[in-house]
């Protein structure tokens, strides 16, 4: 039992180690949220924080008498504060005086041993104080679809899924309810969060744009920036490089979602994946060092909607039916097959669809990313055609074209290196 647990903790000796780390970690706590307080120029800076943090860490050795008239003291402290300010005629800073509040509590946390809990609680509080322009912007211009979006995210994770049932509910093996449904609320979600980010830094230039924008949908962003990178007055080397970076955040994200739910599979998809994103990143650097990048906004489809949610659902239980179809009757290739149509489709949804095959144990990993790695190339060249519609710049379509076409040569001759055990053997 530890000493905090002990209750007979008020008579034990605590090690001097032990005491001098807690100083140290409260100190670190209360600075860490100062420093942002003292930079904004409120009266509670970094040295206060520092010691209400110590404060909250020494009340927890203390009796809980004395621990309650520490807690009180910091109440009347901000209260005398904002009376003052009052009086003054100047706006109670209620912000700052929630921070010294959480900052005691975080310190108390120390004190009874815990480390993550009030690291972490000290890190999320500095990031809401920092990014206070950022998220008053984000939040003034939510739309009443937005604020709809992230209830029915909430409603998906937390009410329909418990009542899902977690077996197949066909007698061929096909479908597992709940295990399709913890895909469809992990890709809503981060398409959510990549949808946050566009809105917040989107309107930063075209290159920001064009990587948040292919986190959430590469084709639709590709659209979008084509139009106004095919414009006359649009440096060359700028268009290419932002419709190069939306498939580079797409070859990204059909990583991570292959890491996120089948880490096993990882292996086989890395190696050519990572390969074209090193070989987009250096083609992005060289293109960028022809033209200065230009303010750009684009608009993708909100992805948390209940239209977007269940036609991911549909297609993504379609694509995983398919596969195991697929598998099953027509073997590896029948697989790879439907990767490849699936790409044309949706690349996310296909790598959801191999990586949850995967954790039903129906499909092999290596197999599996191999079908995410042409899916995502299939998804690259798909772009194409729609940036050649939409840019209506013979220069630019044709450039981009040589290049995708490039880095999907790589992305195959890495993935035959990576499989030519197998391939021998065939």
């Not at 807690?71 to 009376?83: E, I, K, R």
């Not at 994770?157 to 009542?163: A, D, E, Q, R, T």
């Not at 006359?232 to 190069?244: F, M, R």
């Not at 990048?293 to 948390?304: M, N, R, Y």
Request: hydrophobic residues 55%; aromatic residues 8%.
């Amino acid at each position: 039992m530890a000493y905090w647990q002990d209750p007979d903790a008020a008579t034990l000796k605590i090690p001097t180690a032990i005491i001098a780390v807690q100083f140290a970690a409260s100190l670190c706590i209360g600075m860490l949220v100062g420093i942002e307080r003292e930079w904004a120029n409120k009266e509670f800076g970094l040295r206060m924080f520092a010691f209400v943090c110590v404060l909250g860490m020494l009340s927890a050795h203390m009796p809980v008498g004395l621990a309650v008239v520490a807690f009180a003291g910091v109440l009347l402290l901000l209260a005398s504060n904002d009376v003052r300010n009052f009086i003054n005629s100047r706006p109670p800073e209620l912000t700052t005086s929630v921070a010294v509040l959480l900052v005691f509590v975080a310190g108390y946390l120390v004190g009874v041993g815990h480390v993550f809990t009030p690291v972490a609680s000290a890190v999320l509080i500095t990031m809401l104080l920092t990014w206070k322009v950022e998220l008053k912007k984000f939040a003034g211009g939510l739309t009443l679809v937005e604020i709809r979006s992230a209830v029915l995210l909430g409603l998906l994770g937390f009410v329909i899924y418990p009542i899902m049932p977690n077996k197949f509910i066909d007698p061929w093996q096909l479908i597992n309810p709940r295990s399709a449904w913890v895909i469809v609320i992990v890709i809503a979600g981060i398409g959510f969060v990549n949808y946050v980010l566009l809105k917040l830094y989107g309107t930063r230039g075209v290159y920001l744009s064009g990587f948040l924008g292919g986190l959430v949908n590469s084709t639709a962003a590709a659209a979008e920036l084509a139009r106004p990178c095919g414009a006359p007055d649009t440096p060359l080397g700028v268009a290419v490089a932002a419709l190069l970076l939306t498939i580079l955040a797409m070859f990204t994200r059909n990583l991570a979602i292959l890491a996120i739910f089948a880490p096993a599979a990882v292996a086989s998809a890395a190696a050519p994946l990572l390969v074209m994103v090193i070989g987009s990143l250096i083609l992005v650097e060289r293109s960028r060092a022809r033209g200065k990048d230009t303010p750009a906004e684009i608009h993708v489809e909100l992805p948390v909607s209940m239209r977007h949610v269940l036609n991911f659902a549909l297609l993504f239980l379609l694509i995983q039916v398919a596969s195991t179809l697929g598998v099953r009757h027509l073997g590896k290739f029948g697989f790879l097959g439907i990767s490849i149509l699936g790409g044309l489709v949706s690349s996310a949804s296909t790598s959801a669809a191999a990586a949850n095959m995967v954790a039903q144990g129906q499909l092999a990993p290596g197999l599996a990313g191999t079908g995410v790695v042409l899916a995502s190339l299939t998804s690259a060249l798909i772009n194409l055609p729609i940036v050649q519609r939409e840019a209506k710049n013979p220069a630019l379509t044709r450039r981009i074209t040589i290049l995708t076409v490039e880095l999907t040569v790589i992305g195959i001759i890495v993935m035959l290196l990576r499989e030519y055990h197998w391939l021998l053997k065939f």
